[in-house]
C-alpha cells in the first residue's frame, strides 16, 4: 500500500494526522518556502497506521499566508531526494494582510478562468 496522509489539522501549534502505509518512513519533516523547519514524530497507532505529529515553530504561524508541505525524509530530517514524496500540504492564513491576498488570488483566478473559457468557446466553435 502506498503511503496515505490524512491530515487532522492544527491544534496548540502542532500540525497532526495520521499515515497509513505497510511500513513507517524513515522519517518525515515539514517543509516551509523549501526549507526544512520541523521533523515529525511517528507513533504506532494499530496495523499500518502512525499518529504523526509536527511541532510548527512561530515563524510559521505568523501573518500572512505560509504554505507547509509534509514530505518523506532520509530519517536524518533531510528531504529524501529531489523527487521527495510529498503527502500533504497546509496552508496556514492569518492577520488582516490574508484578506487582501485571498482577493487579489482570487481575482487572479477568476481572470484565468476566464480567458480559459474564452479559449475553449474559440475552440468549440471551430475557430
Request: aromatic fraction near 4%; glycine fraction near 12%; include cysteine.
Amino acid at each position: 500500500m502506498a503511503m496515505r496522509f490524512e491530515s487532522h489539522g492544527v491544534a496548540a501549534g502542532c500540525w497532526i494526522g495520521a499515515l497509513a502505509s505497510d511500513t513507517p518512513p524513515a522519517g518525515l519533516v515539514v517543509l516551509h518556502r523549501g526549507q526544512v523547519v520541523a521533523r515529525a514524530a511517528l507513533r504506532d497507532a494499530g496495523p499500518g497506521v502512525w499518529l504523526v505529529a509536527a511541532d510548527l515553530p512561530a515563524a510559521v504561524i505568523d501573518t500572512g499566508l505560509h504554505a507547509l508541505l509534509l514530505v518523506v525524509s532520509d530519517g536524518d530530517g533531510n528531504p529524501a531526494g529531489p523527487a521527495s514524496q510529498v503527502l500533504s500540504s497546509l496552508a496556514l492564513i492569518a492577520g488582516a494582510v490574508a484578506g487582501d491576498d485571498l482577493l487579489a488570488e482570487v481575482a487572479q483566478l477568476r481572470a484565468e478562468l476566464d480567458l480559459l473559457k474564452r479559449e475553449f468557446r474559440r475552440l468549440a466553435a471551430g475557430g
